[in-house]
T-cell receptor, first 116, second 121 residues
C-alpha cells in the first residue's frame, strides 16, 4: 500500500514553543520523494521541502527542520520558536517512483494553531 | 520562481450553470497539471492529471463529462464544471510541474495555485 499517515489532527501551542509534526509513510517503492506543504487560511499550498529517499540527512531552514528516518518510515517536521504566522494546515506527501513521481499521496494534514 | 496562478478565487453560481476555472504557470512550462478537490477540513483529493496536448487521466470515481479538463498549452489548463449542482460546491485547487523553458531542467515538484472556492446555489 502507498499511504501517508499524519496522526496528529490538530496541535495547539503558545508562541515560542517548539512543535513537531509527525509523518509516517508506507510504500513498496525503494525510490520515492517526500514532501511537506503548508496551507495557510488563504488556501494556497506552499511548498516547503522535498526529500529524496536516498538522502537521509536532516535539513534545517531557518526555524524549520526535518528529520527523515527510513528505518521508521518517518519524515517529521519541527518548527522551532513557533510564531502566530506558522498557524496553518501542514501536509506531508509521498511521491513514489511507481507513479512516475507524478502523483502526490497526501496525508490527512495537521492543523497547527499558534497562540500569542 | 515556479508561480502558479488560479482564477477565479471564488465563484458563486446558480444550479445548472457551467463554471470554468483557469490554472496558469507564470514562469515555467507546465508539462503536467493536476486538479484537486478539497472538502472542509480534509486532505486534497486528486481528480485528474493532464499532460499538455493529451487527454486528461481521471481518477476513479471522477466523472469525465462533469469535470472537463483542457490542457491546450504549456502554461494553461482549465477545469470546467458542467451543469453544476450544490453537491459540486467545494474548494478546487490546481498544481503544475514541468520545466524551466525549452532547455531548462525539470521541476519535479508540484506548485499549487491559490484555489477556487465554488459555491453552487
Amino acid at each position: 500500500a502507498q499511504k501517508v499517515t499524519q496522526a496528529q489532527t490538530e496541535i495547539s501551542v503558545v508562541e515560542k514553543e517548539d512543535v513537531t509534526l509527525d509523518c509516517v509513510y508506507e510504500t513498496r517503492d525503494t525510490t520515492y520523494y517526500l514532501f511537506w506543504y503548508k496551507q495557510p487560511p488563504s488556501g494556497e499550498l506552499v511548498f516547503l521541502i522535498r526529500r529524496n529517499s536516498f538522502d537521509e540527512q536532516n535539513e534545517i531552514s531557518g526555524r524549520y527542520s526535518w528529520n527523515f528516518q527510513k528505518s521508521t518510515s518517518s519524515f517529521n517536521f519541527t518548527i522551532t520558536a513557533s510564531q502566530v504566522v506558522d498557524s496553518a494546515v501542514y501536509f506531508c506527501a509521498l511521491s513514489p517512483r511507481s507513479g512516475g513521481y507524478n502523483k502526490l499521496i497526501f496525508g490527512a494534514g495537521t492543523r497547527l494553531a499558534v497562540h500569542p | 520562481g515556479a508561480v502558479v496562478s488560479q482564477h477565479p478565487s471564488r465563484v458563486i453560481c446558480k444550479s445548472g450553470t457551467s463554471v470554468k476555472i483557469e490554472c496558469r504557470s507564470l514562469d515555467f512550462q507546465a508539462t503536467t497539471m493536476f486538479w484537486y478537490r478539497q472538502f472542509p477540513k480534509q486532505s486534497l483529493m486528486l481528480m485528474a492529471t493532464s499532460n499538455e496536448g493529451s487527454k486528461a487521466t481521471y481518477e476513479q470515481g471522477v466523472e469525465k463529462d462533469k469535470f472537463l479538463i483542457n490542457h491546450a498549452s504549456l502554461t494553461l489548463s482549465t477545469l470546467t464544471v458542467t451543469s453544476a449542482h450544490p453537491e459540486d460546491s467545494s474548494f478546487y485547487i490546481c498544481s503544475a510541474s514541468g520545466r524551466r523553458g525549452p532547455t531548462g531542467g525539470e521541476i519535479n515538484i508540484q506548485y499549487f495555485g491559490a484555489g477556487t472556492r465554488l459555491s453552487v446555489l
